[in-house]
């Protein structure tokens, strides 16, 4: 229940550092020809942009304990 609680925390502090440093990322990383050439101008930026917003989704779902479930429906007939 707490490491829910800390991953949770984690991945939500993880998504909104990756929106306000997404230039340094950027900067960093150089741009992405995939995202530049299916998002268009600037889709490196909104690609980040999108990844932030996934890491929150799943983030928000470990914290509620929801992630769980839907792997062990999903997968869990590989795994168990």
Known sequence: MISNIIWGFGG?????LLVKYRRSIIHFTG?????EKYLGI?????AVVIVAIIV?????????????NIFKSSLGRFFY
């Open 31 to 35: 741009k992405w020809g995939w995202a």
């Open 56 to 68: 929150f989704l799943l983030a928000l779902s470990k914290l509620f304990g929801k992630i769980d």
């Open 12 to 16: 939500i502090f993880l998504a909104f």
């Open 42 to 46: 600037g889709g490196s930026y909104s």
